[in-house]
């Protein structure tokens, strides 16, 4: 087992997936393209529904990544017995 240093950049990278989190839900009341039954609210936004959409594409598997990072980083420094 080594010591490995706390990467802040990693750290960094998630909160901001998380921020982008929050303006996705936020973003997602005012979509553009849904049926009348599912609509959330009067005045769609064209620019808010591109931004849900281009966070959408990459959010969750930037999550995985740096999880699996972490992951890598934990059984590295602590042993595979402490990790399973």
Not at 45 to 71: D, K, N, P
């Amino acid at each position: 087992m080594r010591k490995i240093d706390r990467l802040h950049y990693m750290d960094t990278l998630r909160a901001v997936a998380m921020f982008l989190g929050l303006v996705l839900h936020a973003a997602v009341i005012f979509p553009q393209w849904t049926p009348d039954f599912a609509r959330t609210h009067d005045e769609p936004s064209l620019f808010l529904h591109s931004w849900a959409e281009l966070i959408h594409v990459f959010r969750m598997e930037l999550f995985f990544l740096v999880a699996g990072f972490f992951s890598l980083m934990l059984c590295q420094s602590k042993g595979i017995k402490f990790y399973v």
